[in-house]
């Protein structure tokens, strides 16, 4: 559809960018401040540091923008600290959403979990919280993901692989034996609106099998359009306006049955280590909130209602300062869209609450445990930014699912960062840096702008079918590996100080045997004592909620509690929506 209305950054302009502004500096310092500066420049400063006073560092993922030699006020004259900065837990919130941060509640240390045979990823996330884990993140394998049972032809060989393999309920059950559902925080990385409508009341069906209310269940799904129709590299594909209906049909449901649940996680993560710089993951991620944000007003719902659960998942990499002030930009700019493009009444809306993990596609494979100090930064400059839940990728990723060894050292980074640094002790320990001001404010700038584009070319939905983020892909990933093997951007230990001797190989995991024999006889099995006349009615009940454009997740829910397969389900969505060819990345 045309842009017709205005978009996110004219109502901006608008509204912020004509008010009064305080500067912190006057004009006069300002001024003897500016003829200082270009004395130094022409008596201290080398000719080739003046003529290249800009500078653009290459890192993976990076977003190419220019850095000054030295940063001074004179980088950000009309500096307003209330508009700009604003002290901790008040608006715009650039300096984090709680007053106290850290002090007042520590960022959730969130490791993922998931391989072979529920029962195995069972025993893995036991001994996470035994060492001290505050949370649980789910990772399925990929038939899970594809939504394709473990008996599937398509499944061959997958089964268990990459993440833990998930059929039915039952499974669901064997998953988190022995865990309290009801006292501990669950991440289901479910990646797909169409993959949440069939996981998560699975989720649903096994706490009522076990007596515990909805209402006393926390955690999040991811639930994403881009990750369904623009990362997935997957056989089928439903059309992106159905996906975007799923994704919608989950949160109002969520939010009306499961309260403390965080209904989506507005994927970024996914998208960057796919192959986008840290600006672009942010303004798609903005114009996927925006989009869903209206979609639940036109179903009646109050801005409000929707706003005050919504979450974010960012990706962190190498740019140690473009990462911290990507992020004080961002829930700066969520702060502005919530108050004056949606008017949210509820402060609790305003707020860019955000799960980060350390970027899986910096991990190389060749000395791999230069893995550790990269995302010990990463990790790092995630803290010093205020995220309030942490993921640090493990060293030996770039091979396989991470042995227990490697996620224990993961999960202790974390708990080094917090009891061993003092870096939880100050809030935004970076504000008021003139270096990160500066940058925070020109990568606003540049996701807004972003975020602008999009909008023009009809929005969200519209920039998928119409293939802009997948040629937006193609070319980031393209130029990126171009400069990697150009050495434009280094990688220590694979383009530049190379070793010459070989290292001790390192241990990488083995994934348990006969687990896709097991699933298999476990589904044939469920198969046989099943009421398969009440299967077949909840999924016809399903398609006939699916053809009337109805939130299909009450009847997702009794496809769970009568023993539908996930496969089963899937199958309904292909049936009743049809299916969607993507566009070529390249």
């Not at 099995?525 to 699916?546: G, I, P, Q």
């Amino acid at each position: 559809m045309a842009h017709n209305k205005p978009t996110t950054k004219e109502i901006l302009q608008g509204k912020v960018a004509g008010g009064e502004r305080t500067s912190l500096y006057s004009p006069e310092a300002i001024e003897m401040l500016r003829a200082s500066f270009g004395r130094w420049q022409e008596r201290t400063v080398r000719l080739e540091d003046r003529e290249n006073w800009r500078v653009t560092p290459r890192s993976v993922l990076g977003s190419d923008i220019p850095r000054e030699m030295l940063y001074t006020p004179l980088s950000h004259p009309d500096f307003d600290y209330i508009q700009d900065l604003g002290h901790s837990g008040q608006e715009p919130f650039t300096r984090g959403v709680h007053a106290n941060m850290y002090r007042g509640r520590e960022f959730t240390m969130r490791q993922l979990s998931g391989f072979g045979a529920p029962e195995d990823t069972n025993e893995r996330m036991k001994f996470l919280l035994c060492h001290g884990a505050t949370g649980l993140s789910i990772i399925f394998d990929l038939p899970t993901i594809q939504m394709y049972d473990s008996d599937d032809p398509w499944s061959a060989g997958q089964v268990g692989m990459s993440g833990v393999a998930i059929d039915c309920v039952d499974d669901m059950d064997l998953l988190f034996k022995d865990i309290p559902l009801d006292q501990v925080t669950v991440s289901l990385v479910t990646h797909y609106p169409s993959n949440t409508a069939i996981l998560f009341p699975m989720y649903l069906a096994l706490a009522e099998r076990r007596g515990i209310p909805w209402d006393k269940l926390r955690g999040s799904v991811q639930n994403d359009i881009t990750l369904e129709e623009v990362v997935r590299t997957g056989p089928e594909y439903i059309p992106p306006g159905d996906c975007f209906r799923l994704q919608c049909d989950n949160i109002e449901f969520i939010r009306e049955r499961v309260p403390q649940w965080n209904y989506a996680t507005i994927n970024g993560y996914n998208l960057r280590e796919f192959g986008t710089s840290g600006v672009t993951e942010m303004a798609v991620a903005l114009a996927n909130a925006i989009e869903t944000i209206e979609d639940q007003i036109r179903r009646g719902h109050d801005v409000d209602w929707v706003a005050e659960r919504l979450a974010f998942f960012w990706s962190i990499a190498s740019d140690f300062f473009e990462e911290a002030a990507r992020l004080r930009a961002v829930r700066r700019l969520w702060y502005r869209i919530a108050k004056h493009r949606f008017e949210a009444k509820s402060a609790r809306s305003t707020w860019m609450r955000c799960h980060v993990q350390t970027s899986g596609v910096s991990l190389t494979r060749q000395e791999p445990m230069n893995n550790v100090v990269r995302a010990a930064f990463h990790a790092l400059s995630a803290v010093l930014a205020g995220v309030q839940s942490l993921h640090v990728d493990s060293f030996d990723e770039a091979y396989s699912v991470p042995t227990e060894e490697a996620a224990l050292l993961s999960l202790r980074t974390q708990q080094i960062i917090q009891a061993e640094t003092g870096v939880t002790a100050v809030v935004d320990p970076l504000g008021g840096s003139f270096y990160v001001e500066a940058l925070t404010d020109e990568i606003e700038r540049r996701i807004l702008d972003e975020l602008d584009e999009i909008e023009r070319m009809g929005g969200y939905v519209a920039a998928i079918e119409k293939g802009w983020l997948h040629k937006k892909v193609g070319n980031y990933f393209c130029n990126e590996q171009a400069k990697i093997e150009a050495g434009e951007i280094k990688v220590v230990g694979v383009n530049t100080y190379k070793g010459s001797e070989d290292l001790p190989a390192i241990n990488v995991f083995r994934y348990p045997e006969g687990v896709e024999e097991k699933q298999v006889a476990k589904l044939a099995a469920l198969r046989l004592r099943r009421d398969n006349e009440k299967v077949a009615a909840a999924l016809a009940a399903l398609a006939d909620a699916c053809k009337r454009k109805e939130n299909v997740l009450p009847y997702s829910v009794e496809c769970a509690r009568v023993g539908c397969t996930e496969g089963e389900v899937f199958k309904v969505f292909k049936q009743t929506y049809g299916l969607w060819k993507p566009p070529a990345l390249w």
